[in-house]
């Protein structure tokens, strides 16, 4: 089987709440989205889609994917997609770093091995280990009472975990942690994450100011010593996202303790083949994890349940539905969430269809 040519498709992806807000005053409407399909000359095609945060929240954009799929596609060309080690050892000597570009790539060539094996994509990344997978709320940054109040809403859909976006002006982020944490029932839990907004000094004042509540703190500064700093200051249960890029991120904070839970985004990473790496050496680490993307819509939110399925419970605090959170759909078969939880598809591979009539012509044809 070789490749014979790699599409894209750019898709808007609106909020269906009208904006979503987090640190240092960052917000979005509409998210940009890029489907990637890969043919094959046997007739079996890949999709995946990455859909980055705005241009941000990590060191990558929208445009930079399509951008990137130009640089790499040439060399794919010929390759088998199911050698998924070839396929990505090709990526990283065509371009260096840029790991949200590769992403789709990676996802779609999974999508078509699952497709050749006639498997679910949670069969090949380990098996199914979770009966179903709960889900958590992102709650965008606003007014203590304001985000307060939407976890009434969101408990009404099933939600028990929710992540408070935190990040700005410190007493006003007090008076959210707060606020939300009173507003909790028994058992559930909320992680406040600061997207890397807030200096040390202010993520010092936070903890401490709040060290009595039951509350997991999530990336609180830009760098990966300044929230370590911030980790020994308090006891609270600790999560690091932005700053764990790759395994060898990963290993050096496993070392040195610097955390107690890790945010695994998918194309943060590279696609399926890195996110499983990682998520199975802190499986075998005692570390458990967040599992999603930076955002997306059905495809996206397809790729996570798969990996979230296959990762043990114990080890598997949450997943996003990060479909759930827009207005358009953009495949069949799309996994849905049910009263905060969520299943992968059955169906062989990622298990969605795109529905490709709806996104117009091609931005990007290569082959």
């Not at 980055?52 to 596609?73: D, F, N, Q, T, W």
């Not at 996110?275 to 680490?285: E, G, V």
């Not at 967040?290 to 495809?299: A, Q, R």
Request: hydrophobic share 40%; proline share 5%; aromatic share 6%.
């Amino acid at each position: 089987m070789k490749i014979t040519s790699i599409k894209a498709w750019q898709v808007d992806l609106p909020l269906r709440e009208g904006q979503y807000n987090w640190s240092n005053n960052n917000s979005v409407a509409v998210f940009d989205a890029t489907i990637v399909a890969i043919e094959t000359d046997a007739e079996v095609i890949g999709y995946a889609e990455c859909t980055p945060l705005g241009s941000a929240y990590l060191p990558s954009y929208a445009k930079g994917v399509r951008c990137g799929l130009r640089e790499i596609g040439p060399r794919l060309i010929g390759l088998d997609p199911t050698n998924l080690g070839a396929v990505n050892r090709v990526m990283d000597a065509a371009l260096r770093g840029h790991s949200y570009v590769k992403a789709p790539i990676d996802i779609a060539c999974w999508d078509i091995l699952g497709k050749v094996a006639g498997l679910p994509l949670y069969q090949l990344l380990g098996g199914r280990a979770q009966e179903k997978i709960a889900l958590y709320r992102a709650i965008s940054q606003e007014a203590p009472e304001a985000m307060a109040l939407k976890i009434k809403d969101y408990r009404a859909e099933g939600y028990t975990k929710f992540q408070l976006k935190v990040g700005g002006d410190a007493d006003d982020d007090i008076a959210r942690i707060r606020a939300c944490r009173k507003a909790l029932d028994h058992g559930e839990i909320l992680v406040a994450d600061a997207n890397t907004g807030w200096t040390r000094a202010e993520a010092a004042r936070v903890v401490a100011a709040t060290s009595d509540l039951d509350v997991y703190f999530e990336q609180p500064c830009p760098s990966y010593e300044e929230s370590v700093s911030v980790r020994r200051r308090t006891a609270r249960p600790f999560v690091l996202d932005e700053v764990i890029n790759d395994p060898s991120t990963l290993m050096r904070a496993l070392a040195e303790d610097a955390m107690d839970l890790v945010n695994l985004k998918i194309s943060k990473v590279g696609g399926l083949t890195k996110a499983k790496l990682m998520r199975d050496i802190c499986t075998a680490s005692g570390i458990p994890m967040i599992v999603e993307d930076t955002w997306g819509g059905d495809i996206v939110t397809a790729t996570i349940t798969h990996l979230a399925l296959s990762t043990p419970e114990e080890f598997c605090l949450a997943a996003t539905d990060f479909n759930s959170y827009g207005t358009r759909d953009i495949a069949h078969n799309a996994p849905k969430r049910v009263n905060g939880f969520i299943d992968a598809p059955d169906t062989p591979g990622l298990g969605v269809v795109p529905l490709l009539d709806t996104f117009g012509a091609p931005v990007l044809a290569i082959g």
